[in-house]
């Protein structure tokens, strides 16, 4: 996740759909800074370091599910389109990208043929393209309802990368477009396929640690040299108020699925820097403590300019349960009371989290991750700024909707 962060320059473009503004009224967050303008789509560069494979893929299954990746950045490139190899049930039979070199380099080595490569503009032609069952949007989080909901339109099926959208009011219009259309939402959460946090789940659940009574998670690192120019992570309108809606989400969710409950409150606050382009739009640091109904208290904290850390503890009355690393692509490291745990791979959550949707889309299966996991989470997060913003307690209704 870190080492893609940089790979992908500007992504702002005057004119687009989604008017920055807008975004940042509807999460009600408390902007640090001006945002450099309206949200829009544009083809990037190449990242570095990308490895293409040198083979076309195997022949697919007769029901595999025919997906569209929209959005060739660091993370599809790197991480997800190469794990669909591996996939039962899945294929990748079209791209969408606003770089002709791009388009044709990739297409070239997935095997995408010419009529299967799409601009940003021939989007909407996806429609009458029969090879296509489904969407993977993995573009930046401030264009992910637009995109979403144009999917939909287009009888398509969605996987959609996390977080969700920019506020709550645009999961809700994705999950409405979803259901409009009779198509799957899914969110991509990938922790939920991965060994090392199913067991620590399991294990919570089973109170290996006895109750509950403190988590923490931190997911920090310290973010280079950038500006919201070159950086779509640093710009308001694309990624929000920063940190906690990207390397952040991965702590929310851990402190929801261990704990297995919902907070009733939420504290929060928030740092930027002065005079510093990196924070000139977003925050450096988000930190949070949750109270949940049970009396457990969660500490979270994320950051873009600190040492590097992805964490997550459990203290319960009878022991204690550790991640470090917690939710990475790989090398998960876990303890229980001191005794190394190694339930598994972690390079299966990706086509973990592929083959779930794909037998979702078939065989109709209930979704892991669905659209209105995306929903609670954004709620959350629109909570947590609303803390900060006000230095005042928020109290949460069962559904993390923020209580008069």
């Known amino acids: 996740m870190v080492g893609s962060f940089l790979t992908r320059r500007r992504f702002i473009e005057a004119g687009g759909s989604i008017a920055a503004t807008s975004l940042i009224a509807s999460a009600g967050t408390a902007a640090p800074g001006q945002t450099s303008g309206a949200a829009s789509v544009k083809g990037q560069p190449m990242p570095d370091g990308v490895k293409l494979p040198a083979t076309p893929p195997r022949p697919r299954a007769p029901d595999s599910v025919g997906f569209a990746i929209v959005g060739l950045g660091g993370y599809a490139l790197n991480q997800m389109m190469p794990r669909f190899k591996d996939a039962k049930r899945a294929h990748i039979a079209a791209i969408v990208s606003g770089s002709p070199?791009?388009?044709?380099r990739v297409g070239d080595a997935y095997g995408i043929p010419a009529n299967a490569r799409y601009s940003?503009?021939?989007?909407?032609?996806?429609?009458?393209?029969?090879?296509?069952?489904?969407?993977?949007?993995?573009?930046?989080?401030?264009?992910?309802?637009?995109?979403?909901?144009?999917?939909?339109?287009?009888?398509?099926?969605?996987?959609?990368?996390?977080?969700?959208?920019?506020?709550?009011?645009?999961?809700?219009?994705?999950?409405?477009?979803?259901?409009?259309?009779?198509?799957?939402?899914?969110?991509?959460?990938?922790?939920?396929f991965e060994p090392y946090n199913l067991e620590a789940m399991r294990l919570m659940k089973e109170k290996a640690a006895g109750d509950i009574r403190l988590l923490r998670t931190e997911q920090s690192y310290r973010m280079g040299p950038t500006s919201p120019a070159e950086n779509w992570r640093t710009s308001r309108a694309l990624a929000g108020g920063g940190p906690l809606e990207d390397y952040g989400i991965y702590g929310l969710q851990s402190a929801l699925y261990l704990t297995g409950e919902m907070p009733e409150s939420i504290s929060a606050t928030t740092f930027r820097p002065t005079g510093d382009p990196r924070f000139a739009e977003i925050f450096a640091h988000v930190s949070s403590q949750w109270r949940f109904p049970s009396g457990a208290v969660a500490q979270l904290v994320s950051s873009y300019d600190s040492a590097g850390i992805n964490f997550a503890e459990v203290r319960g009355t009878t022991g204690v349960l550790s991640m470090n690393p917690a939710t990475s692509y790989a090398g998960q490291k876990m303890q229980l009371n001191g005794r190394e745990l190694t339930p598994g791979d972690p390079g299966v959550q990706f086509v973990g989290q592929i083959d779930h949707f794909a037998n979702a889309v078939r065989d109709g299966t209930p979704i892991l991750t669905p659209g209105e996991m995306g929903l609670r989470d954004l709620r959350l997060i629109e909570a947590i700024y609303e803390s900060a913003r006000t230095g005042r307690t928020v109290k949460l209704a069962p559904d993390a909707k923020m209580r008069a």
């Open 101 to 104: 070199e791009k388009l044709q």
């Open 120 to 192: 940003y503009e021939d989007y909407a032609k996806l429609a009458s393209d029969k090879r296509v069952d489904a969407v993977y949007i993995v573009l930046p989080t401030g264009l992910h309802a637009d995109w979403a909901i144009r999917a939909f339109a287009a009888g398509k099926h969605v996987l959609c990368e996390k977080p969700m959208a920019l506020s709550s009011a645009d999961c809700e219009r994705m999950i409405a477009a979803g259901k409009r259309a009779n198509r799957k939402l899914m969110i991509a959460y990938r922790s939920h």
